[in-house]
């Protein structure tokens, strides 16, 4: 028995002992945890449940050259309430019903709605909802607003309410020039917002949150840990009323004439700045709209117009003069197994060089070019290269097409290749390139840059200024210049571009005719397709604007040369910018005045104050301006339409209703 009650003390013992070591491990254990290795448990306990939110800056706004907003971000808010809050629960009934009536006024739902909806949430089992969703897409006045109605005004802790900022992006002009305005998101970075969003990006901010049920995450102060800085502003070189005549008058074109695509683009002759440029595709439904930027992208055959580059560098070696007689024949030439045309039935016989400019002659510009130069191509090859033809503009907006013009050894090189070349054939350019090689001999020689970005604004300060870039001060001899100059003045008034001749303004340039997509000619000839285009300036003496029109695949029953299909583009936007007087006035020596704008819109700001029971005069304003105006007295703003304020839909006068809809037209 004694035996048997020692072995048992004995495992009682051993059991106490092993009992011991095992609370002794648990402690050490627990030791380890809390003090060793505690800061790293609490670091993945944080990863899991704690996380900084990346708070996006607003982007800088894009302004065209008079201070006219291109593109802005607006702040929107989602809202939502914590219903756990407030935990006094006299203090919530107190207030609930007061909530939902300020909660039914801003956002059309009846009161009792909400009542149930912030009830249902509170007494929510086995948890209160935490995040429960009240609005989204709310504007900032609105925010600020519902910031100070019952309960939300005790906070985030005190009242639960939660609101999460995001930003929009407004293109206030619409679809108008949208491609080169550009955007950056999941369509890529194209035109000015993709090129510059270095500046207009700005820096993030910071914001933590706390993961609760569900998976979401609640923010856990009412304060950004870093605030977020806004991006600069953009200064563009384009102008409102001329990007807007271009784009319509380019649509009403292609519209009539079916065109599969078009591009117009209007420069300022002595800076390079761009001052309008649309690119209009069809889609699928018929209607136009900015599928690509065809102007700095497309590369093409130039056609016709390219016989004014051919010109030049016969002019400028001295193997012809514009008096040089070259013999057309009756309109029809074959050249090495190949037949060359001109568009004119029974031919134009002996002309001039310079008439054959005049009156776009193939075979005289295959001729005068093959004769001076088969022996040695290349002389007139580097003369086209020494006039940066075939060089890219290298412009910051990304996607510009790259030129080709072949020489001798060149894969697609051959004995038609130079009268081809002569001509405008197996070559290529962009459009922009064509025109900034016209606006230097518009320019007296000077060949400049073509630009669409004038400056980088800070709050009104100037970061960084773009100036005019010189590619060539002289691409050739002043003769030579003052002789095109003559011959495109003469396409106008007794040329191809007869049609576009007008006694009250002048205008000189050259039209083109291109066919393309010929590689099987058979199959061409049943469906032909042509390239429409005129280049040019105005006024034509002391030109201030160059301008390129073209346009692709037009209905050939409808018409397809250059003259009939881009020329009336080209002369409606010459006669419209030229004529105006009061337009004119508006675009001599543009710059922006952001200080006065800035000072009209607090002017707008401070009649607002003193009419908070009245609507006020709005028509004429800046849109943007006008919605901040109308906001600031707690209307609601919808607009439709491009430009300033046309009319709106409550009388000047009549008693602010808070919360009531102004519709507003814009020119």
């Avoid at 003390?9 to 030791?31: E, G, W």
């Avoid at 004038?454 to 001060?473: H, M, Y």
């Avoid at 397709?529 to 409808?558: D, M, Q, R, W």
Wanted: charged share 25%.
């Amino acid at each position: 028995m004694a035996t048997e009650k020692k072995n048992i003390l004995s495992r009682l013992y051993i059991f106490f002992v092993f009992l011991t070591l095992f609370f002794i491990a648990i402690i050490y254990q627990l030791t380890n945890i809390q003090y060793v290795d505690g800061d790293k448990y609490r670091s993945l306990s944080e990863k899991r449940t704690i996380k900084n939110d990346t708070i996006h800056a607003n982007r800088g706004n894009v302004y065209a050259d008079d201070g006219s907003l291109l593109a802005t971000s607006m702040s929107r808010y989602e809202i939502r309430m914590d219903a756990s809050k407030p935990d006094d629960n006299t203090v919530f009934e107190e207030n609930i019903q007061a909530l939902s009536v300020e909660l039914s006024k801003m956002l059309g739902k009846p009161s009792d709605y909400y009542v149930r909806l912030i009830r249902q949430a509170r007494n929510r089992k086995p948890k209160p909802n935490r995040y429960l969703f009240i609005a989204r897409n709310i504007g900032y006045l609105d925010y600020q607003k519902m910031k100070t109605f019952p309960i939300f005004n005790l906070g985030m802790y005190g009242g639960g309410f939660i609101a999460e900022q995001s930003t929009k992006r407004e293109h206030p002009l619409g679809k108008i020039a949208e491609r080169t305005i550009g955007y950056d998101d999941y369509r890529g970075a194209p035109g000015i917002e993709g090129a510059y969003k270095t500046f207009l990006k700005g820096s993030y901010g910071v914001r933590r949150k706390q993961r609760i049920s569900q998976g979401q995450w609640k923010p856990i102060s009412d304060t950004n840990e870093v605030e977020p800085q806004d991006g600069r502003d953009v200064i563009t070189t384009i102008n409102v009323n001329m990007q807007d005549i271009a784009h319509h008058s380019l649509l009403r074109q292609l519209e009539y004439y079916e065109a599969e695509h078009g591009c117009v683009v209007v420069m300022e002759t002595k800076t390079g700045e761009i001052k309008a440029i649309s690119n209009l595709g069809r889609g699928k439904s018929g209607k136009y709209y900015e599928k690509r930027n065809y102007a700095l992208w497309e590369s093409h055959e130039p056609g016709s117009a390219f016989k004014v580059m051919s010109m030049v560098a016969a002019l400028e070696l001295k193997v012809i003069d514009s008096s040089t007689v070259v013999d057309t024949g009756t309109g029809k030439y074959r050249m090495y197994g190949r037949n060359i045309s001109d568009s004119h039935r029974g031919g134009y016989g002996k002309i001039s060089a310079a008439r054959a400019l005049e009156v776009s002659s193939n075979i005289a510009f295959a001729r005068l070019v093959d004769e001076n130069f088969n022996k040695n191509p290349n002389k007139f090859i580097n003369q086209l290269k020494k006039m940066h033809l075939d060089d890219k503009l290298g412009l910051p907006i990304k996607g510009e097409g790259k030129p080709n013009i072949p020489a001798p050894g060149d894969n697609n090189w051959s004995k038609n290749a130079l009268p081809s070349i002569a001509y405008g054939y197996n070559l290529l350019l962009t459009p922009l390139q064509t025109l900034t090689f016209y606006n230097a001999i518009a320019n007296n020689g000077e060949m400049v840059k073509p630009r669409m970005v004038k400056e980088i604004r800070s709050w009104d300060k100037k970061v960084e200024i773009f100036n005019k870039e010189v590619i060539d001060s002289k691409i050739c001899s002043s003769t030579t210049i003052s002789k095109v100059q003559e011959m495109l003045k003469n396409v106008v008034v007794r040329g191809t571009g007869q049609k576009l001749y007008d006694d009250n303004f002048s205008m000189a340039g050259k039209t083109g005719t291109a066919r393309t997509e010929y590689a099987n000619f058979e199959e061409w000839n049943k469906d032909k397709k042509y390239i429409s285009s005129f280049t040019g300036y105005f006024p034509a003496e002391n030109p201030k604007y160059s301008c390129i029109v073209v346009i692709h695949k037009p209905n050939l029953k409808k018409g397809y040369y250059g003259a009939d299909v881009s020329g009336p583009v080209f002369k409606d936007i010459a006669q419209k910018i030229y004529t105006d007087a009061p337009l004119l006035k508006e675009i001599i020596n543009v710059e922006p005045k952001f200080a006065s704008v800035t000072s009209d819109f607090e002017k707008y700001n401070s009649v607002s104050e003193k009419q908070l029971k009245t609507v006020p005069n709005v028509t004429g304003m800046v849109v943007m301006d006008a919605v901040s105006l109308l906001e600031n007295l707690g209307l609601k703003v919808t607009f439709f339409g491009n430009g300033k304020v046309k009319n709106q839909s409550i009388e000047i006068g009549e008693k602010v209703v808070k919360g009531a809809t102004i519709k507003l037209e814009l020119s």
